[in-house]
Every structure is written in structure tokens, then in C-alpha cells.
């Protein structure tokens, strides 16, 4: 089983960037998809972003497409999500996750493991 552990969160003002990192320890993280989610006080654990284990493949919500870009370095055993032009709206509690295979999945129930989180604050 893959550990995880997020960093890189923060408060930043509406038009800045950030870029959050997800590191994992144990086992064959390169077999993993790897996704990030992000909840809101108050609101449901919500999709940003996967990548497949080669890297090739990457998906994102709506809501982030063209803001945000998900990167993964297999021989660093580290994810990214960079995020530009942040939002009031994208405030939140961000997660990553690992889904052992090659699926890419929206969904959190179907990820495997998951970091502690790391919050995002962005003042308007």
C-alpha cells in the first residue's frame, strides 16, 4: 500500500498561483493512476484531476481545465497539481489519492489511498 503526504498548501489572493505536492512512500508508485479531490467546509469531496501511472493520460474537471495542470515524476515518487489564476471558489481542503492500475477514475470511492490533505485559502 501506498503512503501519502500532501504539501505546498497555503492562503494566496484571487489571481495567484500555487503548486501543491503529493509524496508517496512504499511500493510501485509508478503502477498507480493517481488523482487530486478537494472539499470545501460543508460541501462533498469533489474531483480535480488524474493522471495515469505512464503519465500519458491526464483528465480534469471543468471547473479547473485551463487553470490547473497534473504532473507526476515516477522517479521522485511525487505527484504535482499546479494551479494558476486561483479563485475565491477554489478554496479548500486538497486531497491526492492513488488508485492501484490503469483505470482513470473520477470517483473518490474507487482511489485506494489518500493523504491527509493540505488547504488551499484564496482571498478575493
Known amino acids: 500500500q501506498v503512503q501519502l503526504v500532501e504539501s505546498g498548501g497555503g492562503l494566496v489572493q484571487a489571481g495567484d498561483s500555487l503548486r501543491l505536492s503529493c509524496a508517496a512512500s512504499?511500493?510501485?508508485?509508478?503502477?498507480?493512476?493517481m488523482g487530486w479531490f478537494r472539499q470545501a467546509p460543508g460541501k462533498e469531496r469533489e474531483f480535480v484531476a488524474v493522471?495515469?501511472?505512464?503519465?500519458?493520460?491526464?483528465g480534469y474537471a471543468d471547473s479547473v481545465k485551463g487553470r490547473f495542470t497534473i504532473s507526476r515524476d515516477n522517479a521522485k515518487n511525487t505527484m504535482y497539481l499546479q494551479m494558476n489564476n486561483l479563485k475565491s471558489e477554489d478554496t479548500a481542503d486538497y486531497f491526492c489519492?492513488?488508485?492501484?492500475?490503469?483505470?482513470?477514475?473520477?470517483?473518490?470511492?474507487?482511489?485506494?489511498?489518500w493523504g491527509q490533505g493540505t488547504q488551499v485559502t484564496v482571498s478575493s
Open positions: 489519492a492513488a488508485r492501484r492500475g490503469y483505470v482513470l477514475e473520477d470517483k473518490a470511492k474507487n482511489y485506494d489511498a
Open positions: 512504499g511500493r510501485a508508485f509508478s503502477t498507480y493512476a
Open positions: 493522471i495515469s501511472y505512464s503519465d500519458t493520460i491526464t
